[in-house]
């Protein structure tokens, strides 16, 4: 525990994860007022010294009562952890901002991004939830769009990172490829998804799967993109359709959206104007000097970028539009520490 100046007690959930460690590093860049922080994780990794703010804290494990003056309370140890953990959490006065699915689609549960729902945390009841990183970036890039054209329809594939499934497919990505390189065997381990049936090569691959499969035949990352969008931009009618796709990037995800406005006559030149001024949002496109978004390029920053944007050739109304962030922080950490910002911004939460 570091002592500090006037702030919250915080404590991360999942501390020693690929998103915890990103939580960690986000609260330090934003110099997020903190008083004291707890470091959580299983009794794997419980006595683990991990540094913050040139601190060194001992991780605990979690339980209950970890969270016994707990203000906020972040929390990316998986779904399982959160249904047992973030009531418990709750009940003792934390405000918890869960990146998991657990409690995504719970009616008195507001799930936010900042740019289009901020209003949303005024309902919370305790829990809040994160969306899904690929739904955090598509929606971030559309609510501009929504708010001037209206959205009529939303057609989506995505270009997913490995990092979004966790430092275990990050490490399967790195060995597969080595191995292949030098002409060795590989034994596929991880993905598609840790604990399915079969599992298939990333490295020079690409797998049309993430998630497991639900029985309409879309998979659950897919399902977490329809009912998410949904629900963040308070349009149930909405139509939108997503095909989930893993590529041998570790981080950065991309999408391709095809999407119709509500008004006629509407152009690239307009869509782009949107986007200049659109808050996390970051415009490129000039396909004349083959500037578009890249993951590559978006590692390790906080904002959404778009790029390629075009009218459809046959529908006056559609657009196509490329769309790329870095999953772990916009996806996750930056957008839950956002979230916290937001709750101190519109008084939710009080620095003691
Ligand atoms: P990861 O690298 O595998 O890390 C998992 C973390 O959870 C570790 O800190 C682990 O602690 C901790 N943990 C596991 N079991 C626990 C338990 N019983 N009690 C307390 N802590 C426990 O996974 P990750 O990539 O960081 O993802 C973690 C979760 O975040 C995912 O399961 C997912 O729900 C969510 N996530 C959300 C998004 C998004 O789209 N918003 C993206 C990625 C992940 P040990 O070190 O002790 O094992
Ligand atoms: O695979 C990706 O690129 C994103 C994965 C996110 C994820 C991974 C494991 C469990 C989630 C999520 O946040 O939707 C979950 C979950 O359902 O909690």
């Known amino acids: 525990m570091v002592e500090a100046r006037q702030g919250l007690n915080v404590a991360v959930v999942g501390a020693t994860g690929a998103v915890g460690q990103q939580m960690m590093e986000t ?5 997020f007022p903190i008083k004291n922080i707890t470091l959580l994780s299983s009794a794997r990794s419980a006595g683990t010294v991990l540094k913050f703010n040139g601190e060194e804290i001992v991780v605990q494990e979690a339980k209950p009562e970890s969270f016994e003056g707990i203000d906020i309370a972040l929390f990316s140890a998986g779904g399982s952890v959160s249904l047992e953990l973030a009531p418990e959490a709750a009940k003792r006065g934390a405000i918890v901002v869960d990146n998991t699915s657990a409690f ?4 008195n549960v507001p799930l936010v991004v900042p740019e289009v729902n901020e209003e949303d945390l005024k309902q919370h009841k305790g829990i809040i939830a994160n969306p899904n990183c690929s739904t955090i970036q ?23 990172a490995v990092s979004g499934s966790g430092a275990a497919a990050i490490s399967e990505l790195q060995e597969q ?3 292949l390189l030098n002409g060795e065997e590989i034994n596929p381990q991880v993905l598609p998804v840790k604990g399915d049936e079969k599992h298939y090569q990333i490295a020079f691959n690409v797998i049309p799967q993430i998630d497991k499969f639900q029985e309409n035949g879309y998979t659950y990352e897919e399902m977490k993109m329809i009912n998410e969008t949904k629900k963040i931009m308070h349009m149930p009618e909405l139509p939108v359709a997503a095909t989930c796709v893993r590529i041998p990037v570790v981080t950065g995800h991309s999408e391709s959206l095809y999407f119709e406005v509500n008004e006629p006559g509407v152009s690239a030149a307009d869509i782009k104007e949107l ?7 970051v415009l490129q496109d000039e396909p004349e000097a083959q500037v578009y978004p890249m993951p590559a ?17 046959d529908e006056d109304k559609g657009f196509h539009m490329w769309v790329v962030s870095d999953n ?22 009080t620095l003691k």
């Open 104 to 107: 995504r689609m719970a009616e």
């Open 328 to 349: 772990l922080l916009k996806g996750a950490a930056w957008n839950s520490v956002q979230i916290a910002e937001s709750l101190i911004k519109l008084e939710l939460v």
């Open 27 to 31: 609260l330090e860049k934003r110099n």
């Open 177 to 179: 490829t080595q191995s």
């Open 275 to 281: 986007m200049k001024t659109a808050p996390g949002i």
């Open 297 to 313: 390029d978006c590692v390790g920053k906080n904002d959404v970028f778009v790029g390629r944007i075009r009218k459809d050739l």
């Open 138 to 160: 598509m929606v971030a890039a559309l609510e501009p769009i929504r708010k001037a054209y209206g959205l009529n329809k939303l057609i989506v594939s995505t270009y997913q």
